[in-house]
């Protein structure tokens, strides 16, 4: 149906996100050295939060 239409090759909204199309923006390089740190430091509690489609997910 809009895969013709707009010229795609697969579906673009999927329920689990594909990780060939993962990007990693200095935003996300930031979110990820907080984590790390959390996770070897064994800080406890770790939360990342985001508006809806900033990347959280991925």
Same mark, same amino acid.
């Given at each position: 149906? @809009?895969? %013709? &239409? +707009?010229?795609l090759k697969?579906?673009p &909204?999927?329920?689990? /996100?594909d /990780?060939?199309y #993962? #990007?990693l923006?200095?935003?996300?390089?930031?979110?990820l050295? @907080?984590?790390? +740190?959390?996770?070897l %430091?064994n800080v406890? &509690? !770790?939360? !990342? *939060?985001?508006e809806?489609g *900033?990347?959280?997910t *991925?």
């Open positions: 149906m @809009y895969l %013709n &239409f +707009y010229g697969e579906k &909204f999927q329920i689990l /996100p /990780p060939r #993962f #990007f923006s200095s935003k996300h390089k930031s979110a050295s @907080y984590l790390e +740190y959390g996770l %430091n406890g &509690f !770790i939360v !990342i *939060t985001g809806i *900033t990347g959280k *991925t």
